[in-house]
């Protein structure tokens, strides 16, 4: 039973460039989420998705920030332009029914923008 | 002050000794509590749900006290696989979304 997919698993690029971070949830799952974690600010939920809606975007730090959901099995978080503070680990995760259910999380995109 | 607080450790731990940490939480209406446990490098990872009355999963005790607005997690004859980042997380009453995250507790057990 495959879990919540996500690519690239590193990406290094330089700054001013577009970076875009893909997502394949768990199939059945309806909510999704994207997170960032850095060792300064922890885990800080981007966005989230229900039933491929974006519910809340609070989270997004500013208009570079991005993400779609085009369809149940598939999301993407795109950085345009990126910036060295942008530097983090994304993960995407999914679950049943919001945070009802237990998050389940993909392996994560190491981001480095030089 | 944070919304969830806890020490980040790393707590040094012979393998087999008893380990215990705590977090505290600032909203008094949060709903639900969970134990996260994250290794090096890699995704967060449920453990444990916490509940009113306390719960036990193997070698792994959760604890909740509204009234002092803290949750612990104890853990029995350590593992070096034990060894890992512990993310107390809390749900606020008045979401079904968002997820208040610690920021983690390091555990590092010794042969």
């Known amino acids: 039973d495959a879990g919540v997919i996500q690519s690239p698993r590193h990406e290094v690029t330089e700054m001013g460039q577009e970076v875009t971070l893909r997502c394949k949830p768990i199939?059945?799952?309806?909510?999704l989420f994207w997170y960032r974690q850095t060792m300064m600010r922890g885990l800080e939920l981007l966005i989230y998705f229900n039933n491929n809606v974006p519910i809340d975007d609070s989270g997004m730090p500013e208009d570079r920030f991005s993400a779609k959901m085009p369809n149940a099995s598939f999301s993407t978080l795109k950085i345009q332009p990126s910036e060295p503070r942008d530097s983090a680990v994304y993960f995407c995760?999914?679950?049943?029914?919001?945070?009802?259910?237990?998050?389940?999380f993909g392996n994560g995109t190491r981001l480095t923008v030089t | 002050r944070k919304e969830v607080e806890q020490d980040p450790g790393p707590f040094n731990v012979p393998e087999g000794a008893t380990v215990a940490f705590n977090c505290t939480y600032s909203?008094?209406?949060?709903?639900?509590f969970f134990w996260y446990r994250q290794d090096c490098r890699k995704e967060p990872k449920l453990l444990m749900s916490v509940y009113s009355s306390g719960n036990e999963d193997g070698r792994f005790t959760a604890q909740l006290n509204r009234a002092s607005q803290y949750i612990s997690l104890l853990i029995r004859d350590s593992k070096l696989s034990d060894s890992a980042t512990y993310l107390c997380?809390?749900?606020?009453?008045?979401?079904?979304?968002?997820?208040?995250w610690g920021a983690g507790t390091k555990l590092i057990i010794k042969p």
């Open positions: 909203n008094s209406a949060s709903q639900s």
């Open positions: 995760a999914s679950s049943l029914a919001g945070v009802n259910s237990p998050l389940h």
């Open positions: 199939s059945g799952h309806n909510s």
């Open positions: 997380v809390v749900k606020p009453v008045d979401s079904n979304y968002q997820l208040i």
